[in-house]
Structure formats: structure tokens, C-alpha cells
């Protein structure tokens, strides 16, 4: 019976069930599903599955992604701390020796001031970026994710002819080094700079990370493994607020618990993946997709993968080559593959032999595929719709997301309060939308969660907080609700954005998915860059941002009625439409 057959019949308990073994549980050696293939042609989502979805490699390559999510979101989640005002003491001007805390709007406009010592110790206060510099605030924000957006069209084609994962090497390397320098340095024209190649490098690493998951894997870990990592986002951010609470000094928290950790996980990630068999299959490269299909069978303790692949031609499916580890329970034999025409002499890895390229006498490959460009995801009828309703899905994603984290103020003076229930909602709803996924079509589950989370955030028309109830010290319930409200919108956009991921990753073909991911998200950054101002404006007419971020979403309902379904359907490989040059 198909995997996906059998997830149809599971309560959601026992998908919670699966998830949790899937994530720790011990698996024996078993074929992934009962193959009955007469001519030993494979498709790649089956082949996946023959040497083994969701086990031992993809736990591995989860786990050092998981590593540097957690480092991303100390960066990004944490910049409303980064950027926190401190504390302001002003001088009454009857008494210059009586001095007393206040806000800055007053303590720029009616008093003299100075900055309490004992404040917290952030880019605000270390480049004075207060009183008529606020707006500089709003700048560097707005330079991170422009940065952000640019990555998704510079990357994305590199991505396509060098391959996924050097691609997202270099893209590690950039922002590992970025957050470096922008920690390091005393000059606010550095630190902005740096803070955009920042941007550059971690927007170009959450792309390419979708699409390396989503053509490394077959159904169930695209499904498990954006949770896993939503989930780590969201952990991360719960881990962030303790960490700058007792640091509180922003230059130590950027070199050294995210920037240099994230530098030496890329050391992690050179030894600990390989390229995409998808990517290496979309490129004519079969015989490389073998190997690796092969070195994920060794991996998984599965059986050696000896089909072709689909579009594979005969005399491709190359006469084997011996790939083995010494093990008494897995003899040399078990495991026979060609190998990768970069590998040019004798090499140990991992305690996997393999004999050089030179030695054996193999076919020629076929030539590569004409490469795809960004006019031909409008080009396409196959592709345009789709693309339009991407641009807007990932355009409200992260103008309502991110606004929400950025725009934390607008649910009272309580920041870490505030930052930890919703970090909790999200986990919570991270976890939830594994099931969810599981059991649902996508349309649905886009469509009804976009729908929760416009109506929350426009609840908040009717539920204004008090100016009185403002300050931390002050409760009353307006406030309390509207915190309820913003937490029950943050799981919806969770939830939201859980399907979202899978869904982008389903409904490209591998031809276009890394340029159809990337253009999209980078469209999806237009909303981050527009957000800081959005928020600002807001605040300074007394206006709670989410309810404009709700009036967005209602707009992004209507594009699903057309968009086409992907909920258990085999990933399409190439357009519809030849490529002509």
C-alpha cells in the first residue's frame, strides 16, 4: 500500500504519533514501499521513497538546517531587541539635580535628557538612533530585507547552473560573515552595509533550504520537515528572549552566539549533504543522481537502488560500481552505483569506498537542458497564474508576520511578555500544522487560516487599548485581549505559512522551482520593505498596524479560488511547455 493511501486512514493523534517516530524513533532495515515496477523505470518521487523518506540521511540534513534556523531566527526575530530604545531620564528643568524617566518623544521635544546607564545596551542607543535619528531605525530594517528581496533574484539562477548546494554554502558564508562585521564595527555606514549582505546571505539561505528539502525528499518529509524547521523557528525565538535578557549587549550576542556558530555550521553542511537528486536528474546528470540515491540507500540501510530513472535512456543505467561500508551486517556487495564524474581518485568519506570515475569506461551523458529564465514563469500558461498568486500569498506572509513581530509595541509597553506568547502561539500552531497538512488540501487549509487570522487582526478596530492602559505597569482587559486577538492571528499565519511552504515547493516543476521559489519570495520581501513604514505611520496616528495587515489578507483569499491543488500529487518534474532557444 502507498504511504500516502495509508496517511489517509490515521487519526490526528497517530499522525502525531508518526511525526515523533519519524523524528527519534529507531527504524529497521525495510523497503519504503512495495515496488511493482515491471520495467524498472522510476519516478523520482518513488525513488526517494525506495531508499528511504524521512530516515537517517534526512534526519541528518534536518538537523544541521535546524541548527542554522535557530541561528536565523536569532537575527531576524530579534531585531525589535536589537533595536530597543533605552531608557530616557529627564531633567526637570526647575530642579536640574531631580531626574526622572520618560518617553523619548518627550524627553527630545520638552526636556533636556540624558541615557540611563543601566538601559539596554542596543544599536539604538550605541548609534544614537533616538530623538531626530529615529528614522534610521525604520532605514536599517528596511535595507535588511531589501537586501532580503535582491537574494531572490541573484541567487536562484546560480542556484540552477552551479546547484543547490554550493549555492547555499556561499549564501551561509556571506551572512555568517556580514553579522560579523556588522557586530564588529563602530561606523553606522559599515553596520548598514553589513546588515544588507546579511539579508543578502540568510534570505538566499531560507530559499534555496525550501528547495533543497523539498527535491531531497518524497512526500512525507516536504510534510515533516517544514514543521520541524517552523517549529525550531519558533523555539528560537522563546531560547532568544533569556539569552538577550541576560547578555544584554547586542555586539556580543552577533559575534558570538549567531555569527560565528552559523560560520562553523557551515563546515557542518559541506560534510553532512549532497547535491539534490532532482536537481542532478532536471540536469541530465543521471548518473550522478544514481550515486547519490545510492549514497542515501547506504545511509538509511535500505537496498541499493538498481532502477533507472524516469527519462533515464537504457544505456545510461550504467553497469554498477562497487560502493559499500565495512560493516558486519552490510557487506560490500549490498550496495552498487556509479559514481559522480567529480570524483577523480581513490577517497575515503564517511567510511564509503569508491572507486575513481577514470578507471571505468562509461557512456557519455546526455547534454544539459536549456536553463530557464524569469520571463518564462510568466511566459508559460502553466506558470503565470501560479506566479501571481505566489507574488501575493508570500507578499502578505511577510508584511502580516513580520509586522506583527516588528509592530509588538502596539500591544503595550510589556515587549518580552508580548514577544514570549506569541512565540509560544506559533510554536504550538508549528506543531498543529503537521496534521493538518497531513489530513487537508492545501486550498482549504490556505484559504481557512488566511480567513482566521484577517478576521482577528481586524477585531482589533472594535477592541482598541487605552492610552492609559499603555505603560507596563498598567492591566485592564482591552490590553489582555488584544494579546489573545494578536496571539490566535499569529497561529493562523503560522499555520498559514506552513502550508504555504510545501505548497511553493509542489506546484513548480523542477525546471523552475529554485526560480518560481525565489521570485516569488523576493516579490514576498516588497511587503517587509513596506512594513517598517507601515508600522511607523501607524503608531504615530495611534492606529494598531494589524488591522491594516488584516485588510491585506482579505485581498489574498480570493487568488486561491483558481490556484491549482497539489495535496497528494506526484511533484511534475518539467513544464508543460518545451523550452525553445
Not at 526637570?92 to 518627550?106: A, G, L, R, S, V
Not at 533574484?153 to 554550493?166: E, L, S
Not at 508570500?394 to 514577544?419: D, K
Amino acid at each position: 500500500m502507498c504511504i500516502r493511501d495509508r496517511v489517509s486512514t490515521q487519526s490526528t493523534w497517530e499522525i502525531f504519533g508518526e511525526i515523533y517516530l519519524n523524528m527519534f524513533g529507531r527504524k529497521g532495515r525495510r523497503f519504503a514501499f512495495n515496488l511493482r515496477m515491471e520495467d524498472n523505470e522510476l519516478p523520482l518521487d518513488k525513488a526517494l521513497e525506495y531508499v528511504g523518506d524521512n530516515s537517517r540521511y534526512q534526519k541528518r540534513i534536518i538537523l544541521i538546517f535546524s541548527i542554522q534556523y535557530i541561528l536565523m531566527s536569532f537575527f531576524i526575530m530579534g531585531m525589535p531587541f536589537i533595536f530597543q530604545m533605552p531608557r530616557f531620564l529627564c531633567i526637570d528643568p526647575t530642579n536640574p539635580d531631580f531626574k526622572f524617566q520618560c518617553e523619548f518623544e518627550d524627553a527630545c521635544t520638552r526636556y533636556n535628557y540624558r541615557i540611563d546607564e543601566d538601559s539596554v545596551k542596543s544599536a539604538t542607543r550605541d548609534f544614537q538612533l533616538y530623538c531626530g535619528e529615529s528614522y534610521l531605525v525604520g532605514v536599517c530594517e528596511s535595507i535588511f530585507f531589501l537586501g532580503a528581496c535582491l537574494a531572490g533574484f541573484i541567487f536562484p539562477p546560480i542556484a540552477n547552473r552551479i546547484g543547490r548546494k554550493r549555492t547555499l554554502s556561499y549564501a551561509v558564508l556571506i551572512a555568517a560573515v556580514a553579522i560579523i562585521v556588522a557586530g564588529m564595527t563602530p561606523n553606522f555606514g559599515i553596520f548598514i552595509a553589513a546588515f544588507a549582505f546579511a539579508g543578502v546571505g540568510l534570505s538566499a539561505f531560507e530559499i534555496l533550504l525550501l528547495v533543497y528539502i523539498a527535491e531531497v525528499s518524497a512526500d512525507r518529509f516536504r510534510n515533516f520537515s517544514s514543521v520541524i524547521l517552523l517549529t525550531v523557528w519558533a523555539l528560537a525565538q522563546i531560547i532568544y528572549t533569556p539569552i538577550h535578557y541576560f547578555f544584554n549587549q547586542w555586539r556580543f550576542t552577533y559575534i558570538y552566539v549567531i555569527g560565528l556558530p552559523l560560520l562553523f555550521s557551515r563546515f557542518l553542511y559541506l560534510r553532512g549533504i549532497d547535491e539534490t537528486p532532482r536537481f542532478l536528474a532536471a540536469e541530465g546528470h543521471f548518473v550522478e543522481a544514481r550515486f547519490v540515491l545510492n549514497k542515501m540507500a547506504l545511509v538509511n540501510r535500505r537496498p541499493k537502488f538498481k532502477y533507472r530513472l524516469k527519462g533515464e535512456r537504457k544505456d545510461q543505467a550504467l553497469s554498477p560500481l562497487r560502493i559499500g561500508r565495512r560493516s558486519s551486517s552490510i557487506s560490500d556487495e549490498d550496495y552498487l552505483s556509479p559514481v559522480p564524474s567529480g570524483i577523480r581518485r581513490m577517497r575515503k568519506h564517511q567510511k564509503t569506498f569508491i572507486i575513481a570515475r577514470d578507471e571505468l569506461d562509461l557512456p557519455e551523458e546526455a547534454p544539459s537542458p536549456l536553463e530557464h529564465t524569469y520571463l518564462d514563469l510568466f511566459r508559460f500558461e502553466s506558470t503565470r497564474w501560479t506566479t501571481i498568486i505566489m507574488m501575493y500569498a508570500w507578499f502578505y506572509r511577510n508584511l502580516a508576520y513580520y509586522g506583527m513581530v516588528f509592530g509588538i509595541e502596539s500591544l503595550g509597553e510589556e515587549i518580552h511578555t508580548n514577544f514570549i506568547v506569541l512565540a509560544l502561539a506559533e510554536t504550538a500552531a508549528s506543531v498543529a500544522s503537521g496534521p493538518i497538512k497531513m489530513r487537508y488540501p492545501r486550498k482549504q487549509v490556505l484559504s481557512l487560516s488566511l480567513l482566521l487570522s484577517c478576521c482577528m487582526d481586524l477585531l482589533h478596530v472594535c477592541f482598541p487599548i487605552p492610552d492609559e492602559c499603555w505603560p507596563s505597569y498598567a492591566t485592564c482587559y482591552p490590553k489582555r485581549f488584544a494579546l489573545i486577538l494578536a496571539a490566535v492571528s499569529r497561529s493562523a499565519i503560522t499555520v498559514f505559512a506552513n502550508t504555504l511552504i510545501s505548497y511553493t515547493s509542489e506546484v513548480y516543476p523542477t525546471d523552475v522551482r529554485t526560480i518560481g521559489y525565489g521570485f516569488a519570495m523576493a516579490v514576498g520581501r516588497l511587503g517587509v520593505i513596506l512594513m517598517p513604514a507601515i508600522v511607523w505611520r501607524c503608531q504615530a496616528g495611534h492606529i494598531n498596524p494589524l488591522i491594516v495587515f488584516g485588510l491585506f489578507g482579505l485581498v489574498s483569499i480570493f487568488f486561491f479560488r483558481n490556484a491549482p491543488e497539489t495535496f497528494r500529487r506526484s511533484i511534475v518534474e518539467h513544464l508543460e511547455e518545451p523550452l525553445v532557444s
